[in-house]
Nanobody, 114 residues
Framework: QVHLVESGGGLVQAGGSLRLSCAAS????????MSWYRQAPGRQREWVAG???????NYVDSVKGRFTISKDNAKNMVYLQMNDLKPEDTAVYYC????????WGQGTQVTVSS
């Protein structure tokens, strides 16, 4: 069983920055990649960024140039550095681990005020 815990969310003004963290624990094997998703009120959950086991990163167009995903394999951590935040970035952010099966964290709230 794998357990994911996100942290680092909060309230920030537009133009500000936050760094989200996702800590993975448990029996972690055969990881294909890790991703960040977000879900705004009344909207479907959307993929934001992903990083493969080999370190390849990808981003949704709306965050390219502003968000950076990274990982620390030794610590079983994945991060999402979010810069130049906009009100439309407001959402609950979730961490996902893709391996033999998918695991999700409980989410962390990010609120960007205008």
């Amino acid at each position: 069983q794998v357990h994911l815990v996100e942290s680092g969310g909060g309230l920030v003004q537009a133009g500000g920055s936050l760094r989200l963290s996702c800590a993975a624990s448990g029996t972690i094997i055969n990881i294909r990649g890790m991703s960040w998703y977000r879900q705004a009120p009344g909207r479907q959950r959307e993929w934001v960024a992903g990083i493969t086991s080999g370190g390849t990163t990808n981003y949704v167009d709306s965050v390219k140039g502003r968000f950076t995903i990274s990982k620390d394999n030794a610590k079983n951590m994945v991060y999402l550095q979010m810069n130049d935040l906009k009100p439309e970035d407001t959402a609950v952010y979730y961490c996902r681990l893709s391996g033999l099966r998918d695991y999700w964290g409980q989410g962390t709230q990010v609120t960007v005020s205008s």
